[in-house]
């Protein structure tokens, strides 16, 4: 006798989404269940394909389900929803979810961190686009590999550059090569709002915006142009220890900016021979510096010569050298910040409580 529709679902319900912290039948991620005789199909759709867990879950609720009697074949399809948090306006309306990347300073490895997270979550399955709202110094792109690049228009709209599955946009592609700009403080606000407001981005799931270093102008007309989700501050053990990290966290805090979380960048070398992992400084790390600030800690990037390298050349490290250390990290930073982000979509909307019902 094959299992009824109830006991299938029954089973599902002990598989826990470690995030949301509720089962997955009650989240609403089981979709088209279908049970033909000994054979059981079903969806589960997550609320990003970047989810660290997928795997796991996949395997949990194929053996819960292949574990009921009278059932032989178990197809799990995994898909994914993602989620936003905010309320959509007529900036970006199709965008679901901005992410600014912030530091106290520059050279931090800021930049470095937005366009590998972005490749990232673009290699899970994720529409991604990448955003250099660092107007004093772009450097996007030279880092995707296409500063000859110049963009179109269209219908009176910039055409965003798409390159390695993403599609970015920086001052640099429309300033003339060696044009230099010199800044007075409102105009880069204006600037941030136009790269937003002028660009087709059109459907993304994730919007990265590689912030200029310190706070300031850009942040603010950011938060003031378009809802964010959240921000992400990138830190060096230098910028730990002088508590420069420690300000930019403070100052997202009081722009009411939601914090996704601290990414530590260049604490640790990977030796290439011996391939041990050292902490290069002493002191307090980002992960402390996060639990400190009660902010999700995300994770480490090792310093690596492959990674300015591969930015220098043009091709993200998570494509030039996937089977890194620093790429492994780059990919775990990403599925925890999109995990944050579904949490955060989950809390903004109380949909935890209300599918609780279900
Ligand atoms: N994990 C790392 N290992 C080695 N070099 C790195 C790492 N992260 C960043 N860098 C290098 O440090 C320099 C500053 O990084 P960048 O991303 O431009 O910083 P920011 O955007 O904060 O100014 C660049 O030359 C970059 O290639
Ligand atoms: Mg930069």
């Given amino acids: 006798m094959p299992p009824t529709e109830e006991e299938v679902l029954q089973a599902l319900r002990s598989v826990n989404d470690p995030d949301l912290r509720k089962d997955i039948v009650s989240l609403g991620f089981v979709k088209d269940l279908s049970i033909s005789g000994d054979r059981v199909q079903f969806k589960i759709e997550l609320t990003t394909p970047a989810c660290p867990v997928k795997d796991l879950l996949q395997e949990e609720a194929r053996g819960v389900v292949a574990a009921l009697p009278g059932v032989k074949t178990v197809e799990v399809e995994m898909t994914a929803q993602v989620r936003t948090s905010v309320e959509k306006g007529e900036v970006l309306p199709e965008v679901r979810n901005v992410i600014a990347v912030a530091s106290g300073k520059g050279g931090v490895g800021k930049s470095t961190v937005s366009v590998n997270l972005a490749v990232a979550l673009a290699k899970t399955g994720a529409t991604v686009g990448l955003l250099d709202a660092d107007v004093y110094g772009p450097s996007i792109p030279l880092m995707m590999g296409a500063e000859h690049d110049k963009p179109w228009s269209k219908a009176g709209r910039i055409l965003p550059i798409e390159k390695f599955g993403i599609k970015m946009m920086s001052l640099g592609f429309l300033l003339e090569e060696g044009q230099a700009v010199i800044?007075?403080?409102?105009?880069?606000?204006?600037?941030?709002?136009?790269?937003?407001?002028?660009?087709?981005?059109?459907?993304?799931?994730?919007?990265?915006?590689?912030?200029?270093?310190?706070?300031?102008?850009?942040?603010?007309?950011?938060?003031?142009?378009?809802?964010?989700?959240?921000?992400?501050?990138?830190?060096?053990?230098?910028?730990?220890?002088?508590?420069?990290?420690?300000?930019?966290?403070?100052?997202?805090?009081?722009?009411?900016?939601?914090?996704?979380?601290?990414?530590?960048?260049?604490?640790?070398?990977?030796?290439?021979?011996?391939?041990?992992?050292?902490?290069?400084f002493a002191g307090m790390s980002g992960e402390e510096l996060a639990a400190s600030y009660k902010v999700p800690f995300l994770g480490s990037v090792p310093l690596d010569p492959e990674v300015s390298d591969s930015g220098d050349k043009g091709t993200p490290s998570v494509i030039a050298h996937p089977q890194s250390a620093h790429s492994e990290a780059f990919r775990a930073i990403a599925g925890r910040l999109a995990a944050e982000v579904s949490k955060s979509a989950y809390a903004e909307k109380g949909l935890v409580r209300k599918l609780g019902a279900v």
């Fill in 183 to 280: 800044w007075r403080g409102p105009m880069v606000g204006t600037t941030v709002s136009q790269l937003l407001r002028d660009v087709d981005w059109g459907a993304l799931d994730y919007l990265i915006v590689d912030l200029p270093p310190g706070t300031g102008d850009a942040s603010l007309s950011l938060a003031q142009t378009a809802p964010i989700t959240g921000v992400v501050i990138v830190a060096t053990p230098h910028d730990v220890a002088a508590n420069i990290a420690g300000k930019a966290v403070t100052l997202f805090e009081k722009l009411n900016v939601p914090l996704l979380g601290v990414v530590e960048n260049m604490s640790s070398f990977a030796c290439p021979s011996c391939g041990t992992t050292t902490r290069i």
